[in-house]
Nanobody, 124 residues
Framework: QVQLVESGGGLVQTGGSLRLSCAASGRTFSSSVMAWFRQAPGKEREFVAAIRWSSGSTYYADSVKGRFTISRDNAKNTVYLQMNSLKPEDTAVYYC?????????????????WGQGTQVTVSS
């Protein structure tokens, strides 16, 4: 089992920044790729970004490319999502997820473990 705990959400104005953290514990060696998803009220869960633990290679959704940066600290078993130039449409609950698959995938069903989520609200 892998446990994921997110933190860092909050309320920010348009154009502001937030950094989310996801601390992983348990059988973390079974996870190859970590990702962030988000879900706004009434909408489906949406892929945001992913990172490979071993190489640090990354993959982003077009909607956040150039504004968000995913990174990891292997020593701390922690993944981060730096969010800049935030927009009201970025408002959602943000979830951290882990999968043992080595390829990047944007499909929520491909991820085996999920955190509880952290709320991000961007005011206009």
């Amino acid at each position: 089992q892998v446990q994921l705990v997110e933190s860092g959400g909050g309320l920010v104005q348009t154009g502001g920044s937030l950094r989310l953290s996801c601390a992983a514990s348990g059988r973390t060696f079974s996870s190859s790729v970590m990702a962030w998803f988000r879900q706004a009220p009434g909408k489906e869960r949406e892929f945001v970004a992913a990172i490979r633990w071993s190489s640090g290679s990354t993959y982003y959704a077009d909607s956040v490319k150039g504004r968000f940066t995913i990174s990891r600290d292997n020593a701390k078993n922690t993944v981060y999502l730096q969010m800049n130039s935030l927009k009201p449409e970025d408002t959602a609950v943000y979830y951290c997820a882990a999968t043992g698959r080595v390829i990047f995938t944007t499909q929520p069903l491909a991820y085996d473990y999920w955190g509880q989520g952290t709320q991000v609200t961007v005011s206009s």
